[in-house]
């Protein structure tokens, strides 16, 4: 049990956060929320027709409009607080709301507008939320559990700093689960609930950035991955994720992880397009983040044309110079249910016709075999460091599980298991190079959102993570629906049994289907170019 002085600082810190919605954030629905919540900014009446007209905006074309003066930095900030606050009281996404730092940073950029008639970057006037743990100057933060609540930064961190020059305004801070190690997202603050399905979770560890872009609070997200943590928001909830190929994008200023890992971990955007994903991280590397750390790798993004010509290719592999894509079909442990199935087959249906672009299968390997090293070298202190970090604070069932995936290593053990990993890593390298191959298509999960405290399986996005393989989730447009049943299926193992016992499309009905790129490391512009050859075919479904 949770001690009472514990259960009495999470009720401060909440009761802290609620007070920052004022009077005219607040909404007062005059009945019970619909199960989607995905277009309640339109149809609850909190927003007006021009800020709902705002909020339906890519970052990319809002960055266009305020450059242009068709929108002020104001007024974009105000609609946005005010989606954002509505996607709060249906999806409890948020650890932190900054209305009033975020109008004071939008009134200072539209003043530098009226003297200039210049924006100050890129991204001038375009709110962006930020996961919790991610430090923003002046905004209180935690790490996931009660003792590392409230921080307040007295710094940005590095790509925080880096999109402040860009001009971007920051609304929010974003809800993850206790351990940041959760393909959910459950703390002292509550669930995050899935804006399509409030009945399912809205993915983790970024699950805040997943529910409030999804429900159009926010346009455009910085979340990190070491799992899946990017991936699995943007798939649960409709959107775009991009995990880059560790040390391109800067990690500092991120406080309190609870890992002791030898598996790479990295920071990535969430958005609704895929030019936004691309935006963000071009902002990020064209200021050589790499001059103020030494980690990174001293890489500017590099263009890749239509054809695959750059980045240190010469073109696409396939016959023709089409793109030639490996499809994954499912993992070899956890068979995908049938509405990922379903978006997987028709994804290959609509790019069996497409003129550049070439199939063949990709079957992986030693998938259980990775999952195992990559679970212990999450936790080579066996979990320690955590329970030290969470005090009398109770485990959650996730974080729980996770930890039980591992044991405390000697050095020479963790040696023995980074020297196979880098085996398996060549050995994979090795596969894709045999293929000819310029991308692999896959599921980001073997199922939908699920209910909540159930998400167990990692391991459609952790062998990216495993193989430090750049990987980009996108949204098919498919969604579940009541025919999508798996009856008479018979699981070959426990992980397949607990999925199909837990997934049933009257459970999941209506949750977003998002598949999954990826390619070797630094392949990270050949990924977003593929995906571009790709978004040719979406979306698959329409609403």
């Given at each position: 049990?949770?001690?009472?002085?514990?259960?009495?600082?999470?009720?401060?810190?909440?009761?802290?956060?609620?007070?920052?919605?004022?009077?005219?954030?607040?909404?007062?629905?005059?009945?019970?929320?619909?199960?989607?919540?995905?277009?309640?900014?339109?149809?609850?009446?909190?927003?007006?027709?021009?800020?709902?007209?705002?909020?339906?905006?890519?970052?990319?074309?809002?960055?266009?409009?305020?450059?242009?003066?068709?929108?002020?930095?104001?007024?974009?900030?105000?609609a946005f607080c005010r989606s954002a606050a509505l996607a709060q009281e249906s999806?409890?996404?948020?650890?932190?709301?900054?209305?009033?730092?975020?109008?004071?940073?939008?009134?200072?950029?539209?003043?530098?507008?009226?003297?200039?008639?210049?924006?100050?970057?890129?991204?001038?006037?375009?709110?962006?939320?930020?996961?919790?743990?991610?430090n923003v100057k002046g905004y209180p933060q935690s790490a996931g559990h009660i003792s590392s609540a409230p921080l307040v930064p007295e710094q940005d961190a590095h790509?925080?700093?880096?999109?402040?020059?860009?001009?971007a305004v920051f609304i929010a801070k974003t809800t993850q689960p206790q351990s940041i190690m959760h393909l959910e997202t459950t703390n002292f603050y509550g669930v995050t609930r899935c804006p399509y399905n409030t009945n399912l979770t809205a993915g983790g560890s970024s699950g805040g950035e997943g529910a409030i872009i999804g429900a159009r609070g926010s346009v455009l997200g910085l979340t990190t991955d070491v799992g899946g943590s990017t991936r699995g928001p943007a798939a649960n909830n409709g959107l775009w994720g991009f995990k880059p190929s560790s040390k391109r994008l800067p990690r500092g200023g991120i406080v309190g992880v609870t890992s002791v890992s030898r598996i790479a971990g990295c920071i990535g955007p969430a958005a609704h397009s895929l030019r936004d994903l691309e935006l963000l991280v071009r902002i990020v590397l064209s200021a050589e983040p790499w001059k103020q750390d030494v980690t990174l790798v001293p890489m500017p993004w590099r263009e890749v044309d239509e054809r695959g010509v750059g980045a240190g290719c010469e073109g696409w592999s396939g016959e023709g110079g089409r793109l030639r894509v490996g499809i994954m079909w499912e993992d070899g442990v956890v068979r995908p249910v049938k509405p990922t199935r379903r978006a997987l087959e028709?994804?290959?249906?609509?790019?069996?016709?497409?003129?550049?672009?070439?199939?063949?299968?990709?079957?992986?390997?030693?998938?259980?075999?990775?999952?195992?090293?990559?679970?212990?070298?999450?936790?080579?202190?066996?979990?320690?460091?955590?329970?030290?970090?969470?005090?009398?604070?109770?485990?959650?069932?996730?974080?729980?599980?996770?930890?039980?995936?591992?044991?405390?290593?000697?050095?020479?053990?963790?040696?023995?298991?980074v020297n196979r990993r880098n085996a398996l890593r060549q050995r994979y390298f090795d596969l894709f190079q045999s293929l000819r191959l310029d991308v692999i298509l896959c599921p980001a999960s073997p199922g939908p959102a699920l209910p909540f405290h159930t998400t167990r399986y990692w391991s459609y996005t952790s062998l990216f993570n495993f193989l430090d393989w750049p990987a980009l989730v996108f949204p098919t447009g498919v969604r579940v629906t009541l025919n999508d049943r798996d009856d008479g299926y018979e699981p070959r193992n426990e992980d397949e049994r607990h999925l199909y016992r837990t997934y049933s499309p009257e459970t999941c009905i209506g949750a977003?289907?998002?598949?999954?790129?990826?390619?070797?490391?630094?392949?990270?512009?050949?990924?977003?170019?593929?995906?571009?050859?790709?978004?040719?075919?979406?979306?698959?479904?329409?609403?």
């Open positions: 049990m949770i001690s009472s002085d514990l259960q009495a600082k999470a009720a401060r810190l909440i009761a802290a956060r609620d007070a920052q919605f004022t009077a005219d954030y607040r909404f007062s629905p005059s009945s019970p929320f619909p199960l989607d919540v995905s277009d309640l900014y339109r149809s609850s009446g909190f927003l007006s027709p021009r800020q709902i007209d705002i909020v339906s905006h890519d970052a990319t074309s809002l960055a266009g409009a305020i450059a242009k003066r068709t929108y002020t930095a104001v007024e974009v900030t105000e999806t409890n996404c948020l650890a932190w709301f900054a209305p009033k730092e975020a109008l004071d940073a939008a009134k200072s950029l539209d003043e530098v507008m009226e003297k200039t008639g210049r924006p100050v970057g890129p991204l001038h006037g375009v709110p962006v939320s930020v996961k919790d743990f991610i790509i925080v700093a880096i999109l402040r020059r860009a001009g028709g994804m290959v249906g609509k790019l069996r016709e497409h003129p550049r672009v070439e199939l063949v299968d990709f079957t992986p390997e030693s998938v259980a075999e990775i999952w195992k090293i990559t679970a212990q070298l999450y936790y080579i202190d066996g979990g320690k460091k955590l329970r030290e970090a969470l005090g009398e604070e109770q485990m959650y069932p996730l974080t729980e599980w996770i930890v039980s995936q591992s044991h405390e290593l000697s050095n020479d053990e963790v040696t023995t298991l977003p289907i998002g598949l999954q790129l990826a390619a070797p490391r630094w392949h990270d512009e050949r990924v977003v170019a593929a995906a571009k050859i790709i978004e040719d075919v979406l979306p698959l479904e329409a609403d």
